[in-house]
């Protein structure tokens, strides 16, 4: 297969590889000759590549560029499932090939709409995504999960009727399509939500009629499910989500039980099925991404300042905005190359993306980046595949 093998080279490193893979998890001759027997004797058996064993066929596969992946979907059902699998990306991870993507939903021209695109493939130029289904909404939460994009709930107007939605939708971005996975117990909108240890939580919010909601619920995606879990001590909306060591954190927003906005921190703890709480928060959060092991946050008192809490201790570190043509401008993040994006939510003649790398020399850490979405940058996700 000329289009997928790229010489001799590639196919050496598939051997090194299987035999690495082999030296970490040896097999007995027995249970190899067991396999190709049940093989031989399957008539309706279809290898992957014709000639070639299906581990070294898969592991070719895999070093097939990312932007390739949904034609190769369309070749067997047998190819489709396997791009789709935990499996494709772990090959990918180890043969070194995970590509990384930015996904950012974009605010079209005069508030009229918005539409997903991608950024930082195919030399920055950006890529638009199939339309995302369902009506048009807002106050809806985003996660990756498994290299796949998760769009869950939020409210529409119909008709001059607000409706609030369980809906949740899921974009392969391997594939390049959307799907519809099964609905969340509960309607909610500006709720908060995180992947931690596989699993989707979603907590707080809106609900019906616009009461406030303490109730939470965890996806399982092996299942297609979502359960109702513990509920907050009290409700809480507008805050957001994210995981750290195996926790989910829920930071900011508002509580029915404080005056203003809450700087508790409610933490659940998925062995023990049950919440705690801590009081060193941040408030009004206007922009938010985790990056390495530590959280960055935009509050909206002071869009000049990184707040970036280190969950081991439990501490907030305030790192200094630089000035770049405004001191108007808010931001969203984006994260790309292990490094912090701030998109600006103004648009303004010659204004740049800035760029933090945290792991740069102390006084370099602050850079401008060529990587622009076409309109407003509402939010963004990074999926490697």
């Not at 406030?212 to 009290?234: C, F, G, H, M, Q």
């Not at 201790?313 to 305030?318: A, C, L, P, V």
């Amino acid at each position: 297969m000329p289009g997928f093998l790229s010489g001799k080279k590639q196919f050496e490193e598939s051997e090194m590889y299987f035999s690495t893979a082999v030296e970490r998890e040896p097999l007995s001759s027995q249970k190899v000759n067991s396999n190709l027997n049940r093989q031989e004797d399957n008539e309706f058996y279809t290898p992957i590549l014709p000639g070639l064993p299906d581990d070294v066929a898969k592991y070719c596969l895999a070093l097939v560029p990312r932007f390739k992946f949904p034609v190769m979907g369309t070749v067997s059902k047998r190819w489709r499932s396997y791009i789709q699998s935990k499996e494709f990306i772990t090959v990918r991870k180890l043969a070194g090939r995970l590509e990384e993507w930015l996904y950012i939903l974009t605010g079209d021209s005069k508030g009229k709409g918005s539409h997903w695109e991608i950024l930082g493939c195919l030399d920055h130029a950006n890529q638009l995504l199939p339309p995302m289904p369902g009506p048009t909404k807002a106050g809806f939460s985003v996660v990756v999960l498994d290299g796949n994009l998760l769009v869950m709930a939020g409210y529409s107007i119909y008709e001059g009727i607000d409706h609030v939605s369980s809906e949740v939708y899921q974009y392969d971005s391997r594939l390049n399509s959307w799907s519809t996975l099964a609905n969340m117990n509960v309607a909610r909108y500006d709720f908060a939500s995180a992947e931690v240890n596989g699993m989707v939580y979603a907590v707080g919010g809106y609900g019906h009629d616009g009461e406030s909601l303490s109730s939470a619920e965890v996806y399982d995606p092996n299942k297609n499910k979502w359960t109702l879990i513990e509920s907050l001590r009290r409700p809480r909306w507008g805050c957001f989500g994210c995981g750290f060591e195996g926790k989910l954190y829920i930071m900011g927003g508002r509580s029915s039980f404080t005056i203003g906005n809450s700087k508790f921190v409610d933490v659940y703890n998925p062995e023990c099925h049950s919440w705690y709480e801590m009081k060193n928060g941040c408030v009004m959060v206007t922009a938010h991404a985790v990056l390495g092991k530590k959280l960055f946050c935009m509050e909206w008192k002071n869009q000049r300042k990184l707040v970036i809490f280190n969950p081991e201790d439990n501490t907030w570190k305030i790192v200094p905005v630089p000035l770049t043509g405004s001191s108007r401008i808010g931001f969203r993040f984006g994260i790309m190359d292990e490094k912090l994006l701030l998109f600006s939510l103004e648009k303004e003649p010659g204004y740049k993306t800035l760029l933090y790398d945290p792991n740069a020399a102390p006084g370099s850490e602050w850079q401008t980046s060529t990587i622009k979405p076409s309109g407003a940058c509402l939010c963004s996700v990074t999926i490697k595949a």
